[in-house]
């Protein structure tokens, strides 16, 4: 018979890996499982979880590609949904708010829902007063996708038919969504098209830090390195001017809570009833291009992206309708930080191209970092 301590380096070593190694194929609570999986046309939907060594957890639908949640822990380690979000299938595929779901392949607006390409002119669903909103009514964002589960990732695939919603163009879309071991959930995009057309994808993910959605989110601190926003008409189209931030309500510069200047009467302000503006990025790779801290939960968000814009919507136009998480989602209970190209580039020629090529490929990566403060 052997020796005790024979079998000590295995026990420690079988122990070990139970403590370190990563669940590679975590599965979702059954009954979250039950209550958004589905057949639609034919095709299945169903949830996926990524889960990492510390517990944070993604949730997944590839309907529209949705971040379905997000669970990270807060300064005394108690994990929370940092989303707004649905509870089932049935309220995503109802959803109006856009909550968690990749939107294109126009995301935000295009003025007079019309643009000219190659010297020819498009006309898109107006589904929002005269303007394009997200690609129109019935877009990707309420498409079922293909999915592939990978050890720490989500691939979801789409193609959007040319002539779709009226852009030129069959698109082949691709979103990676992949959980990091320190705590970043990255998002890549990319992007192919048969003819020329225009491009502009983002994830739509409202977020409250504080893991209390019924709670407004005025008091996160947010640093942006944005010099500039594009300040926009009365029904948000952007006019074409960059305009400095400093010495405006814009100025996020230097870390402030959003509800520092939020009431007040300025002009751009009211016209969106609260942020819901376009920032021009200054970040270089390294940094952040958005930093938000929840002072109460100790919760941090960092923001890195390869994409010249961010759209900062605090939530203004949510009133109670969209109802999840035992709550009704009122007004200024979640902030996006929608990273993109900027709105209505394809009739602004100040503003980075958003043409992309037949036989050119798309691609744009961001990530969301979640972290502590003390
Ligand atoms: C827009 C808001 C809009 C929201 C939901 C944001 O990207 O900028 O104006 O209300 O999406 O549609």
């Known amino acids: ?110 003025g007079g829902a019309q643009f000219t390409l190659d010297g020819q002119e498009y006309t898109v669903p107006k589904n929002d007063g005269d303007n394009a909103l997200h690609g129109g009514i019935n877009s990707i964002d309420k498409q079922v996708w293909k999915a592939r589960k990978m050890n720490d990732a989500v691939r979801f695939t789409i193609e959007i038919p040319d002539g779709a919603n009226g852009y030129p163009g069959k698109m082949n879309v691709t979103v990676l969504y992949s959980l990091r071991i320190d705590n970043s959930l990255v998002i890549d995009y990319t992007a192919t098209t048969d ?27 947010v640093k942006m390195r944005a010099k500039q926003f594009t ?13 400095d931030v400093k010495g405006t309500p814009f100025d996020f510069m230097n870390a402030k809570s959003i509800g520092t200047d939020i009431q007040q009467p300025d002009e751009q302000l009211l016209r969106g009833k609260g942020y819901d503006h376009n920032f021009v990025l200054n970040a270089s790779n390294e940094e952040a291009a958005v930093e938000v801290v929840e002072p109460r939960s100790g919760r941090k968000m960092e923001v890195f992206t390869t994409q010249p814009g961010v759209q900062f919507y605090t939530g203004n136009f949510l009133n109670g309708t969209e109802k999840g998480r035992g709550t009704a989602y009122q007004f200024r209970t979640g902030f996006c930080l929608e990273t993109q190209q900027f709105p209505d580039a394809p009739n602004q020629p100040n503003f980075p191209s958003a043409v992309l090529k037949a036989r050119e490929q798309w691609k744009g990566q961001t990530i969301y970092r979640f972290s502590i403060q003390r």
Not at 99 to 107: E, L, P
Not at 195 to 207: D, G, I, M, P
């Open 1 to 110: 018979m052997k020796p005790l301590f024979f079998f000590f380096p295995l026990l420690i070593t079988a122990f070990a890996a139970c403590v370190v190694e990563p669940e590679l194929h975590p599965s979702p609570e059954p009954e979250r499982m039950h209550a958004f999986s589905d057949t639609i046309d034919g095709k299945s939907v169903d949830l996926f979880l990524l889960r990492n060594e510390n517990g944070m957890e993604v949730e997944l639908s590839n309907y529209g590609a949705t971040i379905v949640a997000i669970r990270t822990p807060d300064k005394n380690g108690k994990i929370e949904d940092v989303t707004l979000s649905y509870d089932n299938l049935t309220n995503l595929r109802a959803g109006k708010s856009y909550f968690g779901c990749v939107v294109g392949r126009f995301a935000n607006r295009i």
């Open 195 to 221: 003819k020329t057309t225009v491009v502009n994808l983002t994830n739509h993910a409202y977020f409250n830090l504080s893991g209390d959605p019924s709670k407004q989110i005025l008091d996160h601190v």
């Open 231 to 243: 300040p926009v008409d009365s029904s948000l189209i952007p006019s074409g001017e960059l305009r």
